[in-house]
């Protein structure tokens, strides 16, 4: 159980184009949705926190503008890059918090479930 | 100053040895402290969760301890595999994010790497 699925795995694109990276959470509903950055050798980053049926809330120096979500269900939660640059290239997480306990769970409704990340190369 | 600082930075290890590694943090007011496994090009996977009045939690080969009182913390790997492989964090969260719960913020970690 507690299963996250990021889609696409990859992505390469041109610069200019937007990219769409989908987050599902496959066995639970989500109330909440996370989606991190990471480049090379640095730590995960918060980007955003999106709460199902509500907009997202931004980090400090996120451009929300260039970076859409949109957490439709409380099972799938999308970013949008758009017009990506090659400094957008980086690894994109996203992770989901139950909203009920799930079995297990170490922190109860407190856990979050990691996807296994996009990796986008804008060339 | 709220901090969370990891030793050490990276780590190399034979197969089948045991390692440490160990955390401090300055947070306040503390609630828990997690460790998390994160593989190179994959997403986090949660080891722990470790509440104030918990000093030990073992997950497998992995067990984590807390000492409060010197704020440190530790994770302890037992026969290490290559698949230990990884970088290990260690997260106190401060502060509620939009929904209330508490935010968790990620630090670089220890990259341990186990050879054969």
């Known amino acids: 159980g507690a299963v996250v699925s990021q889609h696409p795995s990859w992505v390469i694109c041109k610069s200019g184009t937007s990219v769409k990276i989908e987050c599902r959470s496959l066995?639970?509903?989500?109330?909440?949705m996370f989606w991190y950055r990471q480049f090379p050798k640095q730590s995960l980053m918060l980007m955003a926190t999106s709460n199902e049926g509500s907009k997202a809330t931004y980090e400090q120096g996120v451009e929300k503008d260039k970076f859409l979500i949109n957490h439709a269900s409380l099972t799938l939660s999308t970013l949008t890059v758009t017009s990506a640059h090659p400094e957008d290239s980086s690894f994109y997480i996203c992770?989901?918090?139950?909203?009920?306990?799930?079995?297990?769970?170490?922190?109860?409704?407190?856990?979050?479930?990691f996807g296994p990340g996009t990796r986008l190369t804008v060339l | 100053k709220n901090q969370v600082e990891q030793s050490p930075q990276s780590l190399i290890i034979l197969e089948g040895k045991n390692c440490t590694l160990q955390c401090n943090y300055t947070v306040s007011p503390f609630s828990n402290l997690r460790w998390y496994k994160q593989d190179t090009g994959r997403g986090p996977v949660s080891l722990t969760i470790m509440t104030f009045s918990e000093n030990t939690k073992s997950n497998g080969r992995y067990t984590a301890t807390l000492d409060a009182d010197t704020k440190q913390s530790s994770l302890h790997i037992t026969a290490s595999q290559l698949s230990d492989s990884a970088s290990y964090i260690c997260v106190v969260p401060l502060g509620l994010d939009s929904g209330g719960y508490q935010k968790v913020t990620f630090g670089i970690g220890t990259k341990l790497q186990v050879i054969p």
């Open positions: 066995d639970f509903q989500a109330t909440t």
């Open positions: 992770s989901a918090r139950a909203a009920v306990p799930l079995a297990g769970a170490r922190g109860g409704t407190d856990t979050q479930y």
